[in-house]
């Protein structure tokens, strides 16, 4: 083999090393991983990641890789509990976790919803999503969240899309200690201030299809 073609072929194949790397992160995501107890995540987050809001199983499409692998670390570790993910997320080796977060992280989500400011003023639950309430130390679920709630890097994962049933199960770990594993403890003091209606009102809000937002 000559020195040129020695070049090429070693061009090709790192070229190719991203494709494959993906294809990885769909098989894990498909048909789960090398470790039997390692699951395939579509039984309970749809064949398309985006989540089946019946059961409260939440999207995955569309999150950041690296929020998407700290949680499966933090299940790993033990510090954020789930009876379901925590055997499954040990099951996964390193590669198949960095392999899937990619994959999950590349499939489109639906966009988030269009909030109308202007529509607030008798509105308690949009004026909580836009602005809290800053006399009990609740910051607006947009502030860190984005726009619609459609999410802002690695820490602050998209509202939007996700099933009312499991923003309410978060809020509610957050508030009773049963999970602590968000930036400088944020969101278990917003739970802890936050009443059982907000919390179920703001969680409504928040999984409502995009094109059920109010127009002005």
């Avoid at 064949?47 to 700290?70: E, H, V, W």
């Avoid at 709630?149 to 690695?154: Q, R, T």
């Amino acid at each position: 083999m000559t020195p040129l073609s020695r070049v090429v072929i070693g061009s090709l194949l790192i070229l190719a090393w991203p494709a494959a790397h993906a294809a990885d992160g769909q098989k894990v995501f498909t048909q789960g991983g090398a470790n039997p107890a390692a699951m395939a995540c579509l039984g309970c987050h749809g064949p398309d990641g985006k989540g089946i809001a019946a059961a409260g199983f939440p999207r995955l499409a569309g999150l950041p890789a690296a929020y998407l692998s700290k949680q499966l670390h933090d299940w790993r570790s033990g510090s954020r509990k789930q009876p379901v993910m925590e055997p499954l997320a040990k099951a996964l080796t390193e590669d198949e976790i960095k392999a899937v977060s990619t994959y999950l992280a590349s499939l489109p989500a639906d966009p988030a919803g269009d909030l109308r400011r202007q529509q607030i003023a008798d509105d308690p639950t949009t004026r909580m999503a836009l602005y809290g309430d800053w006399s009990r130390q609740i910051p607006g679920c947009v502030q860190c969240h984005g726009p619609g709630g459609g999410g802002v890097g690695e820490h602050f994962p998209p509202l939007a899309g996700q099933p009312a049933s499991y923003l309410v199960a978060q809020l509610n770990a957050w508030r009773d200690g049963t999970r602590s594993n968000d930036p400088n403890q944020l969101m278990v003091g917003v739970a802890k201030a936050m009443t059982d209606d907000e919390i179920k009102a703001v969680a409504e809000f928040f999984a409502r299809p995009a094109s059920q937002e109010v127009k002005p």
